[in-house]
């Protein structure tokens, strides 16, 4: 799992004891922070040399991340380290439709295919959205159809 701007808040517990967990952040700060801390982590600029040796990234999660300026090459860099069937699990809270119409754009032009929309009508309604995206339809359909029947109507 590449928790893509981590902050100092991990979702790190969740995962230490099942999978590799990597932290990635813009602010050089909190990568240091978290390396005391014995997590892995990176600053954002070295996403694209993370070295997996051979393991694959099943997912990337990017929670309260794209609401943000991120970086042109934001999709890419993520695209390059994606394998078919890894999947990218992010939401989207209290974002304009045009901002997240230039960040569709630049994730299909990052070769992602992006699931439909799953709208929150549970943990924060009317004010947050959830994207899945994968390197091909199939990874991102389903997890979106599964997350979207908890959070849906």
């Known amino acids: 799992v590449i928790d893509v701007g981590s902050g100092t808040t991990t979702i790190a517990p969740y995962f230490n004891t099942l999978a590799r967990y990597i932290s990635v952040d813009i602010d050089p700060e909190v990568v240091k922070a978290l390396g005391v801390k014995g997590i892995e982590s990176y600053e954002m600029g070295q996403l694209p040399s993370i070295r997996l040796d051979g393991e694959s ?39 304009a439709d045009d901002r997240k119409q230039i960040l569709k754009e630049q994730a299909e032009k990052a070769g992602l295919h992006l699931a439909p929309e799953v709208k929150d009508t549970k943990l924060s309604p009317g004010r947050q959205v959830f994207w899945v995206l994968s390197k091909s339809p199939g990874p991102a359909e389903n997890l979106s159809q599964y997350i979207g029947g908890g959070l849906g109507p």
Do not use: P, W
């Open 57 to 95: 990234v099943n997912a990337f999660v990017a929670l309260y991340v794209l609401h943000f300026k991120i970086a042109g090459s934001f999709f890419s860099d993520i695209a390059r380290q994606m394998k078919e069937g890894d999947i990218m699990f992010a939401n989207f809270y209290r974002i």
